[in-house]
Nanobody, 127 residues
Framework: QVQLVQSGGGLVQAGGSLSLSCEVS????????ISWFRRLPGKEEDFVAA????????YYDDSLKGRFTVAKDNAENTVTLQLDNLKPEDTALYYC????????????????????WGQGTQVTVSP
């Protein structure tokens, strides 16, 4: 089966940075596109970013204002999410997820298209 294993996260002060990693394995790796979602306290998952594995095209939620960057390493089957200038309101559980068949952000944003999810990693930003 497809597996996504996350690493990174932790506690950081406001203004600091963190890097999250998502390693993908199993059938079809290299053909999935990878997205990042986050669950803020008391809320459902929100779309953060996505990257097309073949195209390299990136997609971002506008509210993040350029503070987050998604990238991939094809050789290591890894996708990273760089979080910069973190704010307390960024505190959330962050997930990576894999999907087939999307090519526009309207598709990547729909949680129901995703069959495989990472285990999640906590990011906590202190004042």
């Amino acid at each position: 089966q497809v597996q996504l294993v996350q690493s990174g996260g932790g506690l950081v002060q406001a203004g600091g940075s963190l890097s999250l990693s998502c390693e993908v394995s199993g059938p079809g790796y290299g053909h999935f596109d990878i997205s990042w979602f986050r669950r803020l306290p008391g809320k459902e998952e929100d779309f953060v970013a996505a990257i097309g594995w073949k195209s390299g095209t990136t997609y971002y939620d506008d509210s993040l204002k350029g503070r987050f960057t998604v990238a991939k390493d094809n050789a290591e089957n890894t996708v990273t999410l760089q979080l910069d200038n973190l704010k307390p309101e960024d505190t959330a559980l962050y997930y990576c997820a894999a999907v087939y068949g999307c090519s526009e952000i309207s598709c990547y944003e729909k949680r129901r298209y995703y069959n495989w999810w990472g285990q999640g990693t906590q990011v906590t930003v202190s004042p």
